[in-house]
């Protein structure tokens, strides 16, 4: 019988894979580091940031697309926010991630992902968030292709 890792297993699982410690909670994962990613939904970002110990040194890269700056600093106090949006042929190295503004520390966390596009403005990182969008609609096109040609014998 096969029982699913507790989270406290999960935890001590990434620890000694990754050698990276593992915060009791939210606020205690602020407090610790002074680089934090934020991943979470337009409509998830205020209950996201609200309430927790933000810093003025801290760099908080946002993936949230659709989210301004100024969303952020609502809540982050004086922390530095850094706009990026990859697309999912990050997997492979190959998405093109634009950042806004252009930071150093961002461009060696996401090079792996592919190549980085600074740009000058948050108004010119919307107009490219634009080229997401496409990027997975096309990708739903060659997967609805793909689909049609299995169900036709190929």
């Not at 106090?77 to 990026?84: P, S």
């Not at 060696?108 to 919307?126: D, R």
């Not at 107009?127 to 997401?132: I, Q, R």
Request: aromatic residues 8%; negative net charge; charged residues 20%.
């Amino acid at each position: 019988m096969f029982l699913p890792p507790t989270g406290a297993e999960r935890s001590a699982n990434w620890q000694q894979r990754f050698g990276c410690g593992i915060a009791a909670d939210i606020a205690n994962l602020v407090k610790r580091t002074e680089t934090i990613i934020v991943a979470v939904r337009p409509t998830q970002i205020d209950d996201a940031l609200s309430g927790l110990p933000w810093r003025d040194e801290q760099t908080i890269i946002s993936v949230c697309a659709g989210v301004p700056i100024s969303a952020f600093e609502r809540h982050v106090a004086g922390a530095r926010v850094i706009r990026t949006l990859p697309v999912t042929a990050a997997e492979f190295g190959a998405s093109p991630t634009t950042v806004f503004p252009d930071d150093p520390l961002v461009s060696k966390l996401f090079s792996s992902c592919g190549p980085i596009i600074a740009l000058s403005s948050e108004e010119e990182f919307e107009a490219a968030s634009m080229l997401g969008c496409y990027y997975g609609w096309a990708q739903a096109l060659v997967a609805e292709i793909a689909k049609w040609l299995i169900n036709n014998g190929m």
